[in-house]
């Protein structure tokens, strides 16, 4: 967490030359981020470095959800060639520590984080590239790229793949989509205007889709267990708002599975490609979820699949499977 060699001048040429740099956090991708505290006040530094990252998505989503009056924070500078942006800074203070404080906050933190998605998806989705067939099908592929090789399994690929192909289409059959922002969860959502807003955080591959995409990375968080109770009572709560009905509980069950075993995928390759087994550790509760979600009716042929191929004692931390 040593802050870019260019950090310095691009600091500097807004403004900021006076500014001290802490490290604040790194997360599973390769961005850093880095507190900033001088004259001018305190801001958030994004350290995307390229080739690896990019932030211009960042920047066009970030505008674009500001303009709309969500708490999307603030592009103060940036240098896109370099990896460089200056951000608003939230404070410290997130949904995830708050509601592991005080369990009695989950119904009106939760619900305040459905009240925005309920916001959001009155809007069109905005200028992005669809979460289409493909997209969806490459995701769900990572279980079988990474997951299935790391403990030891040998699996049927193009049947995996014609089962998801056979229950994609609850999930795409629709008129009108919705900017989804696909890592919206506890640890992304920050506690802003003394507690009474919630500030989003990490949403660079937004892409537009199914509005059930964001409830689901919501309601069954890899990062954290949700009670049950509180993810019925949360889609309850977005189904009144929305008028969301049977063909909406479907692709709920429908995406979670997807996402669920994306997750998978994903925190296998960042234990054995990029050194970070924190993440395999968590992939039980995962299971938990995908379990949940493969018992829907929706998901018959997916759930054949797994039922077919992945042994009970093959589901778990993939560190302790292997």
């Given at each position: 967490m040593i802050p870019p060699a260019t950090a310095a001048a691009f600091l500097a040429a807004h403004g900021w030359g006076d500014a001290a740099i802490a490290p604040l956090a790194g997360d599973a991708s390769f961005r850093r981020y880095f507190r900033v505290s001088g004259g001018k006040g305190r801001a958030v530094l994004m350290d995307a470095p390229p080739p690896h990252e990019d932030p211009r998505p960042f920047l066009a989503i970030a505008r674009w959800l500001g303009e709309r009056g969500f708490a999307a924070p603030k592009i103060l500078a940036d240098d896109a060639a370099a990896g460089l942006v200056l951000l608003e800074d939230f404070g410290d203070v997130r949904m995830r520590e708050t509601v592991d404080a005080r369990p009695e906050a989950a119904d009106s933190l939760y619900g305040a984080a459905i009240d925005v998605l309920v916001a959001l998806h009155k809007h069109p989705a905005g200028p992005l590239r669809p979460y289409d067939r493909a997209e969806l099908q490459r995701e769900a592929g990572l279980f079988v790229d990474w997951y299935c090789p790391a403990v030891g399994l040998t699996v049927d690929g193009e049947g995996y793949r014609a089962a998801w192909d056979a229950?994609?289409?609850?999930?795409?059959?629709?008129?009108?989509?919705?900017?989804?922002?696909?890592?919206?969860?506890?640890?992304?959502?920050?506690?802003?205007?003394?507690?009474?807003?919630?500030?989003l955080l990490d949403f660079q591959d937004a892409l537009a889709g199914h509005p059930?995409?964001?409830?689901?990375?919501?309601?069954?968080?890899?990062?954290?267990?949700?009670?049950?109770?509180i993810e019925a009572a949360m889609r309850e709560r977005y189904a009144r708002a929305t008028g969301a009905g049977d063909d909406f509980a479907a692709a709920y069950a429908v995406l979670g599975a997807q996402r669920n075993a994306k997750i998978l995928g994903i925190f296998?390759?960042?234990?054995?490609?990029?050194?970070?087994?924190?993440?395999?550790?968590?992939?039980?509760?995962?299971?938990?979820?995908?379990?949940?979600?493969?018992?829907?009716?929706?998901?018959?042929?997916?759930?054949?699949?797994?039922?077919?191929?992945?042994?009970?004692?093959?589901?778990g931390d993939p560190m302790e499977v292997a």
């Open positions: 229950v994609l289409g609850v999930a795409l059959d629709r008129r009108e989509t919705v900017t989804v922002l696909r890592d919206y969860h506890a640890e992304n959502l920050m506690l802003i205007d003394d507690g009474k807003g919630l500030g059930a995409y964001d409830l689901v990375s919501l309601l069954q968080d890899a990062r954290r267990d949700v009670a049950p109770e296998t390759r960042l234990w054995k490609r990029d050194g970070k087994p924190r993440y395999a550790a968590m992939c039980p509760r995962v299971w938990r979820y995908l379990e949940r979600d493969l018992a829907d009716p929706a998901l018959a042929p997916v759930a054949d699949w797994f039922a077919a191929n992945v042994p009970a004692a093959k589901r």
